[in-house]
């Protein structure tokens, strides 16, 4: 599951050409769902960067606790929270690194999940409009989450799809059949995705420092 997201400084103009930059990139070390992202929808037919609430806030959700802030890509076309939205309301998050945490005997060790590259990451998300009365947040969104390969099994059953940058327009575009779609929805190709132990200081949001990302070991990669 992705609880925590890393978002470092990217040029994302590099990963979605003709890119209309509504608002500048929010970054931090440690986001925490309940709080407002980047993320990338099409308006007019061109990739615009918006900031959207990190919880998806369908118009009949009475309590804002309840907004789910992942959804998983096998319940996107029957379940009543995610099925519209998943039709024609698709988005990108970009992000640099997902944590997720590791059971030990005694604690779960974080651990941060970034390309082996250390490049950028655009996440699978679906949006709807925010409903609530704080009148400052617009519209809201929910990662999509597909099963974690073999090589990163041991750290975590789920985490979010990536969408190859060649694929953005076509996964954000609402005339791209849900069927289309969905097969995009798969786990990260083992060479794409590597991973490596964390500071516990990542266990607190209150911690924002780049201490946070720091890697405390090597990194998990696939050795081809």
Not at 188 to 197: T, W
């Amino acid at each position: 599951m992705a609880g925590r997201l890393h978002i470092a400084p990217i040029d994302i103009s590099q990963l979605v050409p003709d890119l209309v930059m509504e608002t500048p990139l929010l970054t931090g070390a440690n986001l925490a769902p309940r709080r407002m992202l980047s993320g990338i929808r099409l308006d007019a037919g061109r990739p615009r960067l918006e900031q959207l609430f990190w919880g998806l806030t369908p118009p009949w959700l009475e309590v804002l606790d309840h907004a789910p802030h992942c959804a998983r890509a096998e319940s996107l076309a029957s379940r009543r929270m995610f099925r519209e939205a998943f039709h024609a309301r698709r988005c990108l998050i970009p992000a640099t690194g997902v944590y997720v945490w590791k059971p030990q005997p005694r604690f779960k060790q974080p651990f941060l999940v970034t390309r082996v590259d250390r490049g950028p990451l655009l996440l699978a998300a679906l949006w709807c409009r925010f409903h609530t009365s704080l009148a400052e947040h617009t519209d809201s969104m929910a990662l999509i989450t597909v099963p974690t390969n073999g090589l990163l099994a041991p750290l975590s059953d789920r985490l979010p799809a990536a969408i190859p940058p060649a694929e953005a327009r076509r996964w954000l575009d609402p005339q791209t059949p849900s069927e289309a779609a969905q097969a995009m929805l798969a786990p990260a190709p083992r060479e794409l995705l590597g991973a490596f132990p964390v500071s516990r200081r990542v266990n607190n949001p209150a911690n924002q420092d780049a201490a946070c990302a720091h890697p405390v070991g090597p990194m998990l990669r696939h050795e081809a």
